[in-house]
């Protein structure tokens, strides 16, 4: 299970930080990464990291969102800056990779980020 938290409403230009953790799970496993989809549009991939910190991120968010992972947390974090109405979605956490020669790949139940303009 993955629980991300975080979301909610505010203003353009504000900012928000959303949270993932997963229980009964290490991350330093996993490549993680924050995906969100809108009404009436695919899931789409926001940011990701790799277990080495390695980051990418979606044209659209490039220079205001921040993807991060606190392996001693057991957390991934995405910081948002500079909020545009164009961000409202839901979003959703994952994390993936090979562990014990299984692959593995998981999503929390989304949290909604409403920016009003």
């Known amino acids: 299970q993955l629980q991300a938290s975080g979301g909610g409403l505010v203003q353009a230009g504000g900012s928000l930080k959303l949270s993932c953790a997963p229980s009964g799970r290490t991350i330093a496993n996993y490549a993680m990464g924050w995906y969100r989809q809108a009404p009436g549009k695919q899931r789409g991939l926001v940011a990701s990291i790799t277990k080495g910190g390695s980051t990418n991120y979606a044209d659209s968010v490039k220079g205001r969102f921040t993807i991060t992972r606190d392996n001693a947390k057991n957390t991934m974090y995405l910081q948002m800056n500079s909020l545009k109405p164009e961000d409202t979605a839901v979003y959703y956490c994952?994390?993936?990779?090979?562990?014990?020669?299984?692959?593995?790949?998981?999503w929390g139940q989304g949290t909604q980020v409403t920016v009003s303009s």
């Open positions: 994952n994390v993936w990779g090979w562990v014990s020669s299984n692959y593995e790949s998981y």
